[in-house]
């Protein structure tokens, strides 16, 4: 199968379970914290290590990686890529990169969410 069809499929289906999970989590939730992203998220960092360990214990089940790590985790939540790559970073002991990498995509991350509210803000 072509790799940027395995990318659209998986990220389509991805998409449509992180809204249908979401969609349901917020008809159960009280409150203003924000449960589907919250959940979803977690979910997703969940499926990450599952599908990374998985697929380094038994390689031969790599062609299933742009499907479901790519497409499938990247349409449900970017975060769980996240996740991965920061774990691989502390397991690797590359202690600035980790602190750079959390530090800095969180903070970095909530300035620019901060920023394009603003831009939008003032260009009404």
Request: charge should be positive; aromatic fraction near 16%; proline fraction near 2%.
């Amino acid at each position: 199968m072509w790799p940027w069809f395995q990318v659209m499929v998986g990220g389509a289906a991805g998409s449509l379970m992180r809204y249908l999970i979401a969609d349901w989590i917020q008809v159960k939730s009280v409150g203003t914290f924000p449960w589907p992203v919250f959940s979803v998220n977690l979910i997703g960092c969940l499926l990450i290590g599952v599908l990374a360990s998985l697929l380094q214990v038994n390689t031969q089940l790599n062609h299933w990686k742009l499907l479901l790590i790519t497409g499938f985790l990247g349409g449900f939540t970017t975060y769980s890529s996240f996740a991965l790559e920061s774990l691989q970073l502390i397991q690797n002991k590359a202690w600035k990169e980790v602190v750079f990498y959390i530090g800095g995509t969180n903070l970095l991350g909530l300035i620019c969410v901060y920023v394009g509210y603003q831009l939008i803000a003032w260009i009404k």
